[in-house]
């Protein structure tokens, strides 16, 4: 009499005895779906062109007009970051809990400032007309209205109107408008500009925190 072979359980693939941990894995997923690392990619590429335009004079160098192209720009740059909020499909991260609101905060604060440090990089050694005060104020406003923005119209088109106001301000900024809700054409040291600016990003961070963007999803429900 024999003893039965043991059968010894197959061996487990490469990779898969040292896991990370759940958080970060759906970190990573959260922002690969949102194209993160694309967006990244773009928000070098408007620091780039910053750094051309002032390098090779593409604007003037003092006066009202040596801020429409840079304002152009940080608008660009708010725009690609309101677009990140489109997921094709949907915020399946419902379903991790409570995570959701943290991957919306962590993804948003942390590509503005990531847009901040790229342009700032793009002036640096540069004559950049009202300096880095008002680009990182410019930035916050812009970016602001942007997650304001895909509360109503989702992620694709949260462009419309951090570009649309970039359009108005052009006009304000050639009419010398002093209005502190016309931020883009205030000097750095407008306490008013500062404070509107900093209220519609704070308020835009909270909403899209809180809410999410408005996705086809959840209007079918």
Not at 28 to 38: D, I, Q, Y
Not at 48 to 58: F, Y
Not at 84 to 100: D, I, K
Not at 199 to 218: I, N, Q
């Amino acid at each position: 009499m024999t003893a039965a072979p043991v059968v010894k359980p197959p061996a487990a693939p490469a990779g898969t005895a040292r896991r990370l941990p759940a958080s970060i894995r759906l970190t990573s997923l959260h922002l690969r779906t949102r194209r993160v690392p694309a967006c990244v990619i773009a928000l070098a590429a408007c620091g780039a062109v910053l750094h051309a335009a002032l390098h090779w004079h593409w604007t003037f160098n003092s006066g009202p007009y040596a801020q429409q192209v840079p304002m152009i720009i940080e608008a660009g740059a708010a725009a690609v970051i309101a677009v990140t909020a489109h997921s094709p499909f949907g915020e399946q991260e419902r379903a991790a809990g409570q995570w959701l609101p943290y991957l919306r905060l962590f993804s948003a604060a942390g590509l503005t400032g990531i847009a901040i440090a790229f342009l700032q990089l793009g002036a640096a050694g540069e004559s950049l007309n009202a300096g880095v005060l008002v680009l990182a104020r410019n930035v916050i406003g812009f970016t602001g209205l942007g997650l304001v923005c895909t509360l109503v119209t989702g992620g694709l088109l949260a462009w419309i109107v951090p570009l649309g106001y970039m359009m108005f301000c052009q006009y304000a900024l050639l009419e010398l408008w002093r209005a502190p809700w016309a931020w883009p054409v205030r000097p750095p040291a407008d306490r008013g500009a500062w404070i509107a600016a900093s209220l519609v990003f704070g308020a835009g961070l909270v909403l899209f925190t809180v809410r999410g963007p408005r996705t086809r999803l959840s209007d079918d429900s």
